[in-house]
């Protein structure tokens, strides 16, 4: 059984086009992740919600606008796509806001887009 | 601003010897340490913590060590496997919650081979 899953893993498009990603996790936790993983590898935190509440934004672009109808979805809207928006994006969630020790952060597979 | 550091982008070793990952981070807030492993296609998967009131954490194959007065962090596996090839990420969290939320900073990853 898959704990975070994505749809979908691949996903090439043109500019300028409007897109979303999907996020489930069944392992009943109460808070979810996007990350972006750029092409210098580094992983950065987009977006948190806890219950379905918005609780970390980092500075990115309102081209993209996630949404989370109940505890188990977190997806993610991309609007206008660019170039630059090229990356691998994985959803995560964890049981609690807060990590603390033997806590962590579980992963789906990602999601690679590609942006002509 | 690279809070977490992996500066080796890779480290190859033979099966059955030992291998180390380092970690350096210069936020003296972080207090809690993770170690991650990614295969291709893959999302991460939790390995290993460590929370900064301790300098060691070992689990099986796996041992963190954490020196605060280094800023600095270790991974060792010993024996090395040739399915423990991956990247490995380091990630810091600050103990601080933002918008209660733990914020997880990523290192860029080390790509390790275990040759047979």
């Known amino acids: 059984d898959t704990a975070v899953s994505q749809t979908p893993k691949y996903l090439v498009t043109q500019m300028g086009n409007d897109k979303s990603i999907k996020c489930e996790q069944n392992l009943g936790h109460d808070t979810m992740y996007w990350y972006k993983q750029d092409s210098k590898k580094f992983l950065k935190i987009m977006f948190s919600y806890n219950n379905k509440e918005l609780i970390i934004n980092e500075t990115v672009p309102n081209r993209f606008s996630p949404k989370s109808p109940d505890k188990a979805h977190l997806n993610l809207h991309i609007n206008s796509l660019e170039l630059g928006d090229s990356a691998v994006y994985f959803c995560?969630?964890?049981?609690?806001?807060?990590?603390?020790?033997?806590?962590?952060?579980?992963f789906g597979p990602g999601t690679r887009l590609l942006v002509l | 601003d690279q809070q977490v550091k992996q500066n080796s982008p890779s480290l190859s070793v033979q099966e059955g010897r030992i291998s180390i990952l380092n970690c350096d981070y210069t936020?003296?807030?972080?207090?809690?340490f993770l170690w991650y492993k990614k295969y291709p296609a893959e999302g991460p998967t939790f390995l290993i913590s460590i929370s900064s009131i301790k300098d060691k954490n070992e689990d099986g194959r796996f041992t963190v060590f954490l020196n605060k007065s280094a800023k600095h962090l270790s991974l060792h596996i010993v024996p090395s496997q040739p399915g423990d090839s991956a990247v490995y990420f380091c990630a810091a969290s600050g103990g601080v919650l933002i918008g209660g939320s733990e914020k997880l900073v990523f290192g860029k990853g080390m790509k390790l081979t275990v040759n047979p």
């Open positions: 995560a969630s964890s049981r609690l806001p807060g990590l603390s020790m033997g806590e962590t952060q579980y």
């Open positions: 936020n003296s807030m972080f207090d809690y």
